[in-house]
């Protein structure tokens, strides 16, 4: 994003002091808090965090506070300050078959090992204003149940058990880092999901949309949206063991697409995956569909799509970037436009010139064949 704006020093000091008073408001009105942000626009804040690429629910609010509510300012300005904080390893795999679950639905089978959950959800609302909020009353508390206990394996592991999905092979390369190392095309699936998971939910829905509407050979089931705690752990090498280094919650897709297969792999599914920080059922979802669109060749498919283009995709998935590209018009681009305006009237005198010498040509052949 573009920020090295010049202009003057006084005017540009007015204009913070203004957007300080708008972000304000009515001083009448109680001022929110952080606290306020992060229990109340919950999800917000996971958008925040999964496209700042930076788990910290205090951070992300106060950055939606500091942008009056314009996520896409707020992830600028967490993926700012991510730029900020040292390094010191990388986590090992996330387990989420072994997550602390709080909702696990599955399009793909009704009776699951360890049931469904629905959870918090807007699905099955009438998507009708609810002036009852604006009273102001109490919330009544949620039911609650004792936990089943029941073991709840993923729905992935459950075909790949009958051998009726594409085995997800661990690489044995280094993984990339695009936080690291811009994105070198072609790009592996590593990076791809890196790219995906920070990409603009807008537009890897859109994209994911399209694929259901034709715009690449795909057709997808969801095979199971889960959402959740997960422990993050560090791999210490002085101690020789993994600790734990806390709780994330994170929201995992995998969609089941279509038969594949070969003389020598049976036919079998194969899948989109999607993960991202916090309850982003959409993200992941348009997440894993974009991400197995992208995977056309393994699977022979052909390139037909906008959404099988990872370098369209990638580099466009990135509301940042965009942003600051499309931005930076409003900077003065006084010579460079001076430059086309004095092209234009150039072009325009001389078609005038050529018009009127045509004319002029006309008016003397006209002159010559009365006079004969």
Known sequence: ????????????????????????????????????????LALAVDRVMAEGSLYDKELAALAIKQARGDLIEAIFLVRAFRTTLPRFGHSEPLDTGAMHIRRRISATFKDLPGGQLLGPT????????????AAEGETPEPVSAEPRGDAAPRVTDLLNAEGLLEVDEDGDGEVGDLTREPIDFPAGRDVRLQALARGDEGFLLALGYSTQRGYARTHPFAGEIRMGEVEVELYVEELGFAV?????TVTECQMITQFT????????????????????????MAMALVDRAL?????????????????????????????????HLKLPHYVDFQAELELIRRMRREIAERAEKAASVADETRTEEAAE
Do not use: C, W
């Open 295 to 327: 995977r056309f060749e393994e699977f022979g498919e052909e390139l037909t799509a906008p959404a099988q283009d990872q370098e369209f995709v990638l580099s466009h998935s990135d509301n940042v970037q965009a942003t600051g590209f499309t931005e």
């Open 261 to 284: 297969g070969s003389a020598k792999v049976p036919p079998q599914f194969s899948r989109g995956y999607g993960l991202a920080f916090g309850h982003a059922e959409r993200k992941s």
């Open 1 to 40: 994003m573009y920020v090295a704006v010049k202009g003057g020093e006084k005017a540009i000091a007015n204009a913070h002091r203004l957007l300080a008073d708008k972000r304000r408001g009515d001083r009448s009105v109680p001022a929110m808090t952080v606290e306020q942000i992060v229990e109340q």
């Open 244 to 248: 734990t280094l806390g709780r994330l």
């Open 122 to 133: 807007f699905d099955y609302t009438h998507r009708l204003i609810d002036f009852a909020l």
